[in-house]
């Protein structure tokens, strides 16, 4: 009777532990070789990272890959309840909550045309970007283009990662800013020939990048607290 009751009591306790599954949260992200993409071993080397975490802390996640500036509006507006990667800024930190333990340090370097510029380019800020008189390519709605007026320099905006690097490499812009590793990848991987009309320069700024957890959410402050608590 006993080892009956044994026996049962452990099939209940194994039924009980496979009815619990992780609760699924979904997250906004764009396309950002090599640490997000659908296509990307494990979705990208962030995403990853992103997974890791929140499954620690009892989670499952799923990505609605999008254009940035929808991810990061409709994740503001608490129709997701994460984004990711970004760094900190004043407003953003108005829309979001930051965790203290980021994704991971970046670089970020400018990229120029080496068919402007065949002997090299040496410029490490953006005021010699104004000095040397050089113009800018850009993607809007980046750091980089509030950085840029208020330098006084006019950046040639365009939608696009791929229209941006274009106009590079045809030498219809000077520079381009982007991080070090998916610039390197992207001319690699996508302008193929066109990789030897690309050169780069030391770096322009370190940066922290970040999951963020919107605060029109009601579960924005919770996870973000989670983050934290499994990445210590």
Same mark, same amino acid.
């Given at each position: 009777?006993?080892?009956?009751?044994?026996?049962?009591?452990?099939?209940?306790?194994?039924?009980?532990?496979?009815?619990?599954?992780?609760?699924?949260?979904?997250?906004?992200?764009?396309?950002?070789?090599?640490?997000?993409?659908?296509?990307?071993?494990?979705?990208?080397?962030?995403?990853?990272?992103?997974?890791?975490?929140?499954?620690?802390?009892?989670?499952?996640?799923?990505?609605?890959?999008?254009?940035?500036?929808?991810? *990061?509006?409709?994740?503001?507006?608490?129709?997701?309840?994460?984004?990711?990667?970004?760094?900190?800024?004043?407003?953003?930190?108005?829309?979001?909550?930051?965790?203290?333990?980021?994704?991971?340090?970046?670089?970020?370097?400018?990229? *120029?045309?080496?068919?402007?510029?065949?002997?090299?380019?040496?410029?490490?800020?953006?005021?010699?970007?104004?000095?040397?008189?050089?113009?800018?390519?850009?993607?809007?709605?980046?750091?980089?283009?509030?950085?840029?007026?208020?330098?006084?320099?006019?950046?040639?905006?365009?939608?696009?990662?791929?229209?941006?690097?274009?106009?590079?490499?045809?030498?219809?812009?000077?520079?381009?800013?982007?991080?070090?590793?998916?610039?390197?990848? *992207?001319?690699?991987?996508?302008?193929?020939?066109?990789?030897?009309?690309?050169?780069?320069?030391?770096?322009?700024?370190?940066?922290?990048?970040?999951?963020?957890?919107?605060?029109?959410?009601?579960?924005?402050?919770?996870?973000?607290?989670?983050?934290?608590?499994?990445?210590?």
């Amino acid at each position: 009777m006993k080892t009956g009751y044994l026996i049962s009591a452990f099939f209940l306790s194994v039924g009980m532990a496979s009815s619990v599954q992780a609760e699924t949260i979904t997250i906004a992200a764009g396309d950002w070789a090599p640490y997000i993409g659908e296509a990307l071993p494990d979705n990208g080397t962030h995403t990853k990272r992103v997974r890791e975490v929140m499954k620690a802390a009892g989670y499952d996640i799923e990505l609605e890959y999008m254009p940035w500036k929808r991810s *990061y509006e409709l994740a503001k507006k608490g129709d997701y309840v994460a984004t990711f990667s970004w760094s900190y800024t004043d407003e953003r930190g108005a829309d979001f909550h930051f965790p203290q333990e980021p994704l991971e340090e970046h670089y970020d370097v400018f990229f *120029y045309s080496k068919s402007k510029h065949p002997n090299g380019l040496s410029v490490n800020s953006i005021s010699e970007v104004k000095e040397l008189g050089l113009k800018p390519v850009g993607l809007a709605g980046y750091w980089y283009e509030k950085a840029f007026a208020d330098a006084g320099v006019e950046m040639h905006t365009v939608t696009s990662t791929e229209a941006a690097w274009r106009l590079l490499e045809a030498g219809r812009a000077d520079v381009m800013i982007e991080n070090e590793i998916a610039g390197e990848a *992207y001319v690699r991987d996508v302008l193929g020939e066109g990789e030897q009309s690309i050169g780069k320069t030391g770096v322009l700024r370190s940066v922290a990048m970040h999951i963020l957890f919107s605060k029109a959410h009601p579960d924005g402050e919770a996870l973000r607290d989670a983050w934290d608590a499994n990445t210590k």
